[in-house]
């Protein structure tokens, strides 16, 4: 049987990997997955992505990978609202500022090929370590600097020049947990948005046609 390659598979046979640069908001299609709208408590991947905007999120899994380090409380950075997190165990919403939650790394699994994908973390400050997969297969991992989050309320924009199915999110290789306020994931227009955009070029070209 032929096996088929991925792209990323086939540049990482040939010795690429991916770079990735920092980008100031999202400029393909997404969905904004805020975490604030949803309420405290046990919460599932298809509660989370039904919060999306432009037609819902694009998750297909969310993990929580345990750390050594403590369990949070989430009072640093509360500003952000509810946020992702686990209990025990169980993908839950942490609520701000008693709130407590595991300390684990989120491996999120896409619906599809990405380039770009943006988050926030709540209850930290420092750096944040970004590893970038095409399923199992990785295909790079961005550093970002101690001070990327601290008491300030901001979210981080990644773009990577080959395409990737699956985020693990991390702050130290040693140490650190939060919670993830933010998601912002790549997903496919609907029908209606492509006959929109049908429209508008044709509108576009007729204009052209007309000076």
């Known amino acids: 049987m032929r096996k088929t390659l991925t792209l990323a598979t086939a540049l990482l046979s040939a010795g690429a990997f991916a770079q990735f640069s920092e980008i100031g908001a999202m400029t393909n299609f997404h969905s904004h997955l805020d975490i604030a709208l949803m309420a405290g408590g046990p919460t599932t991947v298809g509660a989370i992505n039904a919060i999306g905007t432009n037609g ?26 509810n946020a992702i ?12 500022p ?13 619906g599809m090929m990405s380039t770009q994908f943006g988050f926030s973390f709540g ?24 001070g990327t989050f601290g008491a ?3 979210s ?10 699956r985020v693990i999110l991390d702050t130290s290789t040693t140490g650190g947990n939060m919670v993830v306020p933010d998601l912002y994931v790549e997903v496919v ?23």
């Open 85 to 96: 997190g686990f209990v025990s165990g169980a993908l839950s919403i942490i609520v701000p």
């Open 123 to 146: 209850d930290w400050s420092g750096p944040a370590i970004v590893d970038f997969y095409d399923g199992a297969t990785q295909i790079g991992t961005e550093y970002l600097t101690t």
């Open 98 to 110: 008693a709130g407590a939650f595991d300390a684990v790394e989120y491996d999120i699994v896409l």
């Open 56 to 81: 819902g999120g694009n998750i297909v899994s969310i993990t929580g990978v345990p750390k050594a380090a403590a369990a949070g409380v989430y009072n640093t950075n509360p500003g952000y609202g």
């Open 156 to 165: 981080i924009f990644l773009e990577s020049t080959i395409p990737f199915d």
């Open 189 to 211: 227009p609907e029908p209606g948005t492509f006959l929109a955009l049908g429209f508008g070029l044709a509108a576009l070209a007729i204009a052209r046609r007309r000076k």
């Open 152 to 154: 300030g309320l901001n």
